[in-house]
């Protein structure tokens, strides 16, 4: 599925994370809804509506920003691809 707004369209507070990572190029977060979207150095955006605190907080304090995407997060929430 694919859609076209971003997070920062939405009415809410946006807090965003820039990581030092080989992958990945910011997070924006509306934390009261439990909702990221990922930018990736390649360009890519997608939406994660459904990763709690618990998940952000580890990918914040992660070592390896990309592996704990891959391990915690790809695969295992929904997504939608931002155009």
Known sequence: MEYNKSLQDLKKTL????FSSTVIKRV???IEDNII????????KY???SVSTDILNGL???P???SYFNKNIK???TFIKLV
């Open 15 to 18: 807090v965003t994370l820039q």
């Open 28 to 30: 924006d977060c509306v």
């Open 37 to 44: 979207e990922v930018e990736f150095l390649n360009g890519s």
């Open 47 to 49: 939406v994660y509506p």
């Open 60 to 62: 914040m304090l992660a």
């Open 64 to 66: 390896s920003k990309g």
């Open 75 to 77: 695969g295992k929430h």
